[in-house]
């Protein structure tokens, strides 16, 4: 009986993981079978017309997006996480409304940035359907997720080092410049790269700020349509099935590369301080 | 001038730190601003409960959006939570060390991979599917339920692995002295003693269904009447925003966003449950 018993457990575990393994199979497999041949040299044409639904602007304004909100999220959430690290006392008032409110920001869901940055940057601010309302809105996006994962990166950092730096007549400032800065580096830039795949993978929070137009823009209050956007598009239209197979093999791609890159940044990280 | 430069700069990351405070506080502000006063002019009772939602003839009732949410969630819970903590169990302790190395950046894959993706392969593999075994148009509350299910495996599988391995390892090895057998004390042990970091898990999980918009617009048929079949379309609360903010003007634009105004307490609600169980774990 008691036998019986472990051998049901223990089948139902690996029925589990091998369900688990054959949908990220079946998922993974099912795109790349389906799109890989149809990555023609016309999909990747410079321009996007509605005969040939060329993916290469949409890359563009990707790459753009992404180093547009990051230029904006980047710097506020480093500088957030030296500040609760660094700067706040231990157990400082201030920092749970901080806190409470990077919680929030971090389970809100795409859709309701999206709503606002319609609201406010396209609206009241009259950025119209932008490149800049975009990044806007999802630098608010990703700010959570750079604020927790730089205040980790920061915490690891031996407190020792601080005292050094202060023992050699380093003031406050340059400690967190010259020393701990520099030492949290691969983990900030690791939440950093997290952050620009959930960029290049976001969808609802950019239909309603950044808009559709197909075409490289032409400055920052140009309409843009990223990969994620152009494939919901392409999906959602059904004529060009095909191509949307191929493109979906292309965001999975830049999406996994991303991916790739932070966790070969935050293995360095861990294997330096272990090390 | 040194002194200067430091509180410039102290005063600089405190600003940083406090720009997520300001950032909440202005979504409220434009939600709740745009949203509530189209509650009062629609009436709540009307809004929250009304099982029409017709804004040509002025009706706006949230009801079989709110019931459609409930719905998908609670199915991709039924759907994503077994598979996912059973999957955390086989990582934590039945994985041999090797197999571990491939499996755990598959579930971060899994993770990372855009809703868009997720959405694409429901409609072109799972709506078919559906549509051969049950009729219908295929998009519907059962499929939405498991894509959904689906996407929030990793979530779970990655909270509950990390809550399972944090159980004392003495409470495993007590269960063996007693007699127990390794598939018998990772069930009646440890399990138990890894249940409020699952619960967090599942929470967040929660959130991700909740919240998910873009794949369940591809799947899930989005019509905006009560649901009576799980082989029926369905309309979340998320697609009602995307489907119609782009044309919607005036009552209708406003009863939009008191819709996201529901969703962002519905999240809420989501949130704080999930400090309360977080909370009561590290005490």
Redesign the interface.
């Known amino acids: 009986m008691?036998?019986q018993?472990?051998?049901l457990?223990?089948a139902?575990?690996?029925?589990?993981?091998l369900?688990?393994?054959f949908?990220?199979l079946l998922?993974?497999g099912?795109?790349l079978v389906?799109g890989i041949p149809h990555l023609t040299p016309a999909l990747f044409a410079w321009t996007y017309d509605s005969k040939n639904v060329s993916l290469t602007p949409a890359l563009f304004n990707t790459a753009f997006l992404i180093a547009l909100a990051l230029l904006l999220a980047a710097?506020?959430?480093?500088?957030?996480a030296?500040?609760?690290t660094?700067?706040?006392r231990r157990g400082s008032r201030?920092l749970y409304?901080?806190r409470l409110?990077?919680?929030?920001?971090a389970?809100?869901?795409?859709?309701?940035?999206?709503?606002?940055g319609?609201?406010?940057f396209v609206g009241s601010l009259k950025w119209g359907y932008s490149l800049l309302a975009g990044a806007c809105t999802l630098a608010?996006m990703v700010?959570?997720l750079i604020?927790r994962t730089s205040e980790e990166a920061l915490l690891s950092v031996p407190g020792i080092w601080r005292e050094g730096s202060f023992g050699l007549g380093a003031?406050?400032?340059r400690t967190?410049f010259s020393v701990v800065l520099p030492a949290a580096a691969p983990g900030i830039s690791a939440g950093v790269i997290l952050g620009a795949?959930r960029i290049?993978?976001?969808?609802?929070a950019l239909?309603?700020t950044a808009g559709t137009a197909a075409k490289i823009p032409e400055s920052v209050f140009s309409s843009t349509r990223t990969l994620?956007v152009h494939?919901?598009t392409l999906?959602?239209e059904g004529l060009y099935?095909d191509q949307?197979?191929a493109t979906?093999v292309v965001?999975?791609l830049l999406?996994?590369a991303?991916?790739i890159c932070a966790?070969l940044l935050a293995k360095k990280m861990t294997e330096e301080r272990n090390g | 001038m040194n002194q200067a430069k430091e509180s410039i700069a102290a005063a600089l990351f405190l600003l940083a730190a406090f720009l997520s405070v300001f950032s909440v506080l202005l979504i409220c502000l434009f939600l709740f601003v745009n949203g509530i006063p189209a509650i009062a002019e629609i009436g709540p009772l009307a809004f929250l409960s009304g099982v029409n939602w017709q804004p040509g003839n002025g009706l706006y009732g949230i009801a079989p959006m709110m019931l459609g949410s409930l719905y998908i969630t609670a199915g991709a819970i039924l759907a994503g939570v077994p598979a996912g903590v059973l999957t955390a169990v086989f990582m934590a302790e039945f994985c041999p060390e090797r197999l571990l190395r491939v499996l755990r950046p598959a579930v971060s894959l899994l993770a990372g991979i855009p809703s868009v993706v997720y959405g694409f392969f429901g409609l072109m593999l799972m709506v078919p599917l559906s549509r051969f075994f049950f009729g219908g148009s295929g998009k519907s509350i059962l499929t939405a339920s498991l894509l959904l299910g689906v996407m929030i495996l990793p979530t779970v599988v990655t909270v509950s692995e990390a809550a399972l391995r944090a159980v004392p390892r003495s409470y495993y090895e007590g269960a063996l002295a007693l007699g127990a057998t390794h598939e018998t004390a990772v069930f009646f042990v440890l399990l138990p003693g890894a249940k409020s970091g699952i619960m967090a898990g599942v929470i967040l999980g929660t959130g991700r269904a909740v919240g998910e918009t873009m794949a369940v617009i591809m799947v899930a048929g989005n019509q905006a009447v009560l649901p009576d079949s799980l082989f029926h379309g369905v309309r979340t609360l998320t697609a009602n925003i995307v489907l119609e903010m782009g044309y919607a003007a005036d009552l209708h634009r406003e009863a939009l966003i008191a819709t996201a105004a529901i969703l962002f307490v519905f999240l809420l609600l989501v949130n704080v449950s999930f400090s309360i169980v977080k909370e009561r774990r590290q005490t």
């Open positions: 008691r036998k018993i472990s051998l457990l223990r139902l575990v690996f029925a589990a993981a369900f688990t393994a949908i990220l998922l993974v099912y795109i389906k710097p506020a959430g480093i500088f957030a030296v500040y609760m660094e700067y706040a201030l409304p901080v409110a990077a919680e929030t920001l389970g809100l869901p795409s859709i309701v940035y999206g709503l606002f319609a609201l406010f608010l700010l959570p604020m003031g406050r400032l967190v795949g290049a993978g976001e969808t609802a239909i309603f994620s494939m919901y999906a959602s099935l949307a197979y979906a965001l999975l999406v996994l991303i991916n966790a």
